[in-house]
Antibody, heavy 118, light 107 residues
Framework: QVQLVESGGGVVQPGRSLRLSCVTS????SSWGMHWVRQAPGKGLE????????????HYADFVKGRYTISRDNSKNTLFLEISSPRADDTAVFYC???????????WGQGTLVTVSS | EIVLTQSPATLSLSPGERVTLSCRAS??????LAWHQQKPGQAPRLLIY???NRATGIPARFSGSGSGTDFTLTISSLEPEDFAVYYC?????????FGQGTRLEMK
């Protein structure tokens, strides 16, 4: 069955970059686009961005403003999200998700919590 | 970006009741709209895509309708496991956005 497992979260100091990973199984990773979605504590879902199946296409939410970078390693069935210069308002659970057909997330991981705090 | 506005913010209902949730888009999204369900402490789950298509394993009591800017999710008879937060999401153009959610709570 489709499985998505995020890691890399934890407490990070403001300004120190971090990289989240999403290891996948149960489907042909290299054939599917992938999303990141975040959820601040007690808040709603906020789309972060998407990467195409071959890594050549990416789109991001307006708030990203160049601070987030999505990448993938198809040889390792793994998706990444790099956050540079994190701020307190980046504190959230970050979910990875498989792209069903150009925009819908049909499978979600369980999320990894990032807390930005000094 | 397209803004999705969900109403109401919270609904208090009892098992067995019928409920309709609303999602309004700031501009037309054609039929490029999905609904997700999220229970406390869990990841979201895709319920409906392209307005009215149920995702794999979703019970028939869930249905969606609408087009353009106005959409609804209907649960025909609430089960105890349906009490959760529901989000609409469009894919009409970039960036994708979600509505702010409707919380369905048990009366």
């Amino acid at each position: 069955q489709v499985q998505l497992v995020e890691s890399g979260g934890g407490v990070v100091q403001p300004g120190r970059s971090l990289r989240l990973s999403c290891v996948t199984s149960g489907f042909r990773f290299s054939s599917w686009g992938m999303h990141w979605v975040r959820q601040a504590p007690g808040k709603g879902l906020e789309w972060v961005g998407v990467i195409g199946h071959d890594g050549l296409m990416t789109h991001y939410a307006d708030f990203v403003k160049g601070r987030y970078t999505i990448s993938r390693d198809n040889s390792k069935n793994t998706l990444f999200l790099e956050i540079s210069s994190p701020r307190a308002d980046d504190t959230a659970v970050f979910y990875c998700g498989r792209d069903q057909t150009s925009g819908y997330v049909d499978y979600w991981g369980q999320g990894t919590l990032v807390t930005v705090s000094s | 970006e397209i803004v999705l506005t969900q109403s109401p913010a919270t609904l208090s209902l009892s098992p067995g009741e019928r409920v309709t949730l609303s999602c309004r888009a700031s501009q037309s999204v054609n039929r490029d709209l999905a609904w997700h369900q999220q229970k406390p402490g869990q990841a979201p789950r895709l319920l409906i895509y392209d307005v009215s298509n149920r995702a794999t394993g979703i019970p028939a009591r869930f249905s969606g309708s609408g087009s353009g800017t106005d959409f609804t999710l209907t649960i025909s008879s609430l089960e105890p496991e349906d009490f959760a937060v529901y989000y609409c999401q469009h894919r009409s153009n970039w960036p994708i956005t979600f509505g702010q959610g409707t919380r369905l709570e048990m009366k």
